[in-house]
């Protein structure tokens, strides 16, 4: 079936990094954009970033921009999200989903699969 | 940026009521809107695309209306399993802004 498995999270100091994984599998990886979207302890969804289903298009949050780089290896239907410089706003439960659309069809609508999330704890 | 102000923040209601759920853009977004359904401790499940097509699988109790600056979710004859937070998302420009939620408890 289609899936989206997050990894890496975990505690980190103030101003170190991190990177996270999110592996695919059920569908054609190398035809879907794919999200980050995050979730800070008892708030509403953010919206962070986004790469193209060739790696070659990314866009991101203001708030990450600099800080945050994302990437993908269609060979291992892996992306990965290196975070640098964290700040304590940066705690959250951090999602990865899948465009509801492939490339050829336009790439757009909404994020119709989603992982279970892995848990970023940036600590001062 | 695009703002998504979606309202009430919570709402209360009993199984079987109508429930309506209102999201505003602070731009028109055509009909490139999308209406996830979250539950405590779990991942957002997608409901809703192009402001009124149901994704495969969700209830027809579920519709979604709009175009342009507002749209709407409405749950015809809500369920016990309907009970969570609801968001909107923009997807017609970067960055996709999402909706603040609507929390739908049992009254």
């Known amino acids: 079936q289609v899936q989206l498995v997050e990894s890496g999270g975990g505690v980190v100091q103030s101003g170190r990094s991190l990177r996270l994984s999110c592996a695919a599998s059920g569908f054609t990886f190398s035809s879907y954009g794919i999200h980050w979207v995050r979730q800070a302890p008892g708030k509403g969804l953010e919206w962070v970033a986004v790469?193209?289903?060739?790696?070659?298009?990314?866009y991101y949050v203001d708030s990450v921009k600099g800080r945050f780089t994302f990437s993908r290896d269609n060979s291992k239907n892996t992306v990965y999200l290196q975070m640098n410089s964290l700040e304590t706003e940066d705690t959250a439960v951090y999602y990865c989903?899948?465009?509801?659309?492939?490339?050829?069809?336009?790439?757009?609508?909404?994020?119709?699969?989603w992982g279970q999330g892995t848990t970023v704890t940036v600590s001062s | 940026d695009i703002q998504m102000t979606q309202s009430p923040s919570t709402l209360s209601a009993s199984v079987g009521d109508r429930v309506t759920i209102t999201c505003r853009a602070s731009?028109?977004?055509?009909?490139?809107l999308a209406w996830y359904q979250q539950k405590p401790g779990k991942a957002p499940k997608f409901l809703i695309y192009k402001a009124s097509s149901l994704e495969s699988g969700v209830p027809s109790r579920f519709s979604g209306s709009g175009s342009g600056t507002e749209f709407t979710l409405t749950i015809s004859s809500l369920q016990p399993d309907d009970f969570a937070t609801y968001y909107c998302?923009?997807?017609?420009?970067?960055?996709?802004?999402f909706g603040q939620g609507t929390k739908v408890e049992i009254k």
């Open positions: 998302q923009q997807y017609n420009t970067y960055p996709r802004t």
């Open positions: 731009q028109s977004i055509s009909d490139s």
């Open positions: 989903a899948k465009n509801q659309e492939s490339a050829s069809r336009g790439g757009v609508g909404g994020l119709d699969v």
């Open positions: 790469i193209s289903y060739d790696g070659k298009t990314k």
